[in-house]
């Protein structure tokens, strides 16, 4: 067995009806679990932590948690729920110092603890608070610090900045990524957000109806999504021809009312469904025999009336279009 | 309210039965505080038989809530959190004494814990006689009580959701401590609740008790078995005593509206 099986996570996971995913990550590593509603990657992470039944096996440095089937409280984990989940009743401090004193070290002792990781995440000044008089990021970096100050050898964070305002999440997501970088043990993190991804893994697993549908460092992932999730989630359009999947930039796209001259090859007909601004351009959603993302110029929306139920004709040159194999 | 007084006045065939009904669940409260001989009020009070039979109701009904509380709790756990076979029919059977007419209530456990009853035997070798005792009063109040005890702990813990409990868990607590931390605390309004309305129930129970532990005075006698002695002899003490009883169900009821009645 390979090195990284005995120090970090290699977990096969089997539920019945919703999953079936082969895993594996390195001691250190950050990998973040991307893909479309339903695809499994809740589902996966609460199979690791022993809440749903699974078959397989999870082996987590170094040590089987399913042969024999290990309690949730005898993993050695830490789970962020998308909620964050903090106890209603306890300050934040008690939130945090709750794992170290269930794992039985004395009182005080777990309240130095639950105190360091507060400070750690910038929430140290809120510790006698309530959950309840925390807003949503203050909760989320409170429930951070309680998964990490345990120690866990399995971190997995169900997507954290979920619900978080778009700022609140962005400084998190900085912050986030410098504990994780600290941390020694094995991180999971499901992500609807493809900045997640790029920004805090080390590895992009992509999940689709239940099975790994791509693996990968984050820049190959992005550079050459193979499912349509991944590729909406970069911003990109990607076909998929036989064996060859061809992607290739909104911005690339030419949208024209009448059936473009020449020769090109990549060119379709279709109706835009939604229009909507995108930075500084307007981004076109355009449904016929394929789903496609074409941007264009405000200016350009409007002269040609670029509205929902609009009929165009959508091109691309060859050179802008990146192909690859689909293996 | 404004917007009830723009839909129109309250229409007569709604209006008289409501009125029927306050006067039904009024008046005999009134007249109750009216009829009171107040002026020999706190003379009856301080006699010996009311005394008695109030420190006797105040131990039983105390006494009630303690053994709802420590029994009953982890009941309530054990049904809002263990799925196992025939919860539901624990749960059904758990809540029977809530319809059981209390002097049918008494007759099963007579029929239990009586001298002849499917446990007398094993009483008896360990020296214990139950009825007529003061732990027969506790017992039949227990067993009227203990439902309304269960039911508002497990509605309580079912409402507060196994979520926090699952967290406990991946924080490495073990059951025992998560009840103790989390679910406990988390169900606590529940507790409360139920711990008033065994109290109330106990306060008030005679049927169950008389059948059970008889009336005698100083080991079985509480209030409304005294009440309902003296009824007969004494309809004026009846009324006194009756009286007190019902001062102490209002202050319950002043307890508890913060707590129960206005939350939905």
Same mark, same amino acid.
């Given at each position: 067995?390979?090195?990284h099986?005995?120090?970090?996570l290699d977990?096969?996971v ?7 995913? =082969? ?9 973040a679990v991307?893909? #479309? ?7 996966l ?14 082996r987590?440095a170094?040590?089987?948690w399913?042969? #024999?089937?290990r309690?949730?409280r005898?993993r050695?984990l830490?789970?962020v ?5 903090l106890?209603?009743?306890?300050t934040a401090l ?5 794992g170290p004193?269930?794992?039985g ?8 603890t639950a ?9 140290g %000044?809120?510790?006698?608070r309530?959950p ?5 990021g ?5 429930a951070?610090?309680? =998964?990490?100050?345990?120690r ?8 954290p900045?979920a619900?978080l305002?778009?700022g609140v ?9 410098r504990?994780?970088a600290d941390? #020694? ?20 697993v992509?999940? %689709?109806?239940?099975r ?6 984050p820049?190959d992932?992005?550079?050459?999504p193979?499912?349509d ?24 796209v030419t ?5 473009p ?8 007909h279709?109706?835009?469904l939604?229009?909507?601004p995108?930075?500084?351009?307007v981004?076109?959603?355009v ?6 993302? =074409? ?6 929306a ?6 929902p ?12 279009v990146?192909?690859?194999?689909? %293996? | 309210?404004t917007?009830a007084?723009?839909?129109?006045r309250?229409?007569?065939v709604?209006?008289?039965p409501a ?5 039904l669940?009024v008046?005999?409260?009134v ?8 002026a ?7 006699s010996?038989? @009311?005394g008695?039979?109030?420190?006797l ?8 809530v ?13 049904l809002?959190r @263990?799925?196992f076979r025939? &919860? ?12 059981l007419p209390?002097?049918?209530a ?6 239990a814990?009586?001298r002849?009853g499917v446990l007398?035997?094993l009483?008896?070798?360990g020296?214990?006689s139950l009825?007529y005792?003061?732990?027969?009063? @506790? ?43 989390v ?7 529940g507790?409360?609740?139920?711990a008033?309305l065994?109290?109330?129930r ?7 008790t008389?059948?059970f532990?008889g009336?005698?005075p100083?080991?079985?006698?509480t209030?409304p078995?005294?009440i309902y002695?003296t009824?007969q002899a004494?309809?004026?003490v009846? &009324? ?7 001062l102490?169900?209002?202050a319950?009821?002043a307890?508890?509206?913060?707590r ?5």
């Open positions: 067995m390979a090195d099986a005995v120090s970090g977990a096969r089997y539920v019945e009806g919703r999953l079936d995913a =082969a895993l594996t990550a390195q001691a250190g590593q950050v990998v991307i893909g #479309p509603n339903g695809a499994g990657k809740t589902t992470l609460r199979a690791l932590a022993g809440l749903v039944q699974m078959s397989g096996s999870v987590v170094g040590e089987s399913t042969e #024999p089937p309690l949730v005898d050695g830490g789970y729920f998308q909620d964050q989940s106890f209603p009743h306890l008690d939130n945090v110092a709750f004193r269930a794992r070290v004395r009182r005080r002792d777990a309240e130095a105190r360091a990781w507060l400070d750690r995440l910038g929430v %000044d809120l510790s006698s309530r309840g008089e925390l807003s949503g203050q909760a989320q970096r409170v951070i610090a309680r =998964a990490l100050a345990t866990p050898a399995l971190l997995l964070l169900d997507e900045f619900g305002d778009v999440a962005t400084a998190l997501r900085l912050e986030l990524a504990h994780l941390y #020694p043990g094995v991180a999971l993190l499901v992500t609807h957000d493809a900045i997640d991804a790029l920004t805090l893994a080390d590895r992009v992509v999940l %689709d109806r239940g790994v549908a791509q693996e990968g460092t820049q992932v992005a550079a050459r193979r499912t999730h991944v590729a909406r989630l970069v911003g990109l359009n990607v076909l998929r021809e036989g064996e060859v999947l061809r992607s290739f930039s909104p911005r690339a949208v024209s009312l009448h059936r001259e020449g020769s090109a090859r990549h060119q379709w279709g109706v835009v939604s229009a909507a995108h930075g500084d351009a981004r076109l959603l449904s016929g025999e394929h789903e496609l993302l =074409a941007d264009v110029t405000p200016a350009a409007g002269e040609l009336g670029l509205a139920g609009r009929q165009v004709w959508l091109s691309v040159k060859e050179t802008a990146q192909a690859y194999a689909a %293996d | 309210m917007t007084r723009t839909l129109g309250p229409p007569l709604l209006l008289v009125a029927l009904a306050a006067a669940l008046l005999p409260l007249s109750l505080v009216l009829d009171t001989p107040w020999t009020f706190l003379d009856r009070l301080g010996r038989e @009311v008695e039979a109030l420190r109701t105040a131990v039983a009904s105390g006494a009630t303690v053994a709802c509380v420590l029994l009953g709790t982890p009941l309530a756990w054990l809002a @263990v799925d025939g &919860r539901a029919v624990l749960r059904a059977a758990v809540t029977v004494p809530l319809v209390p002097v049918v008494g007759v099963a456990l007579v029929t814990l009586g002849t007398g035997p009483l008896r070798e020296g214990v009825p005792t003061t732990p027969a009063v @506790v017992i039949a109040h227990t067993f009227v009580s203990m439902p309304f005890y269960v039911l508002s702990v497990e509605g309580a813990m079912r409402s507060a959701g196994e979520r926090y409990d699952v967290v406990a868990a991946t924080l490495g607590a073990s059951r025992w401590t998560t009840f103790r931390r679910t406990l605390p988390l169900a606590m309004p507790v409360l609740a139920g008033v065994a109290w109330a106990s306060l008030g129970e005679f049927g169950a008389i059948t532990a009336n005698y100083g080991t079985t006698q209030m078995s005294l002695t009824l004494d309809p004026e009846a &009324r006194t005593l009756s009286m007190i009883l019902l102490a169900s209002v319950i009821l307890a508890l509206r913060n129960w009645l206005t939350t939905p």
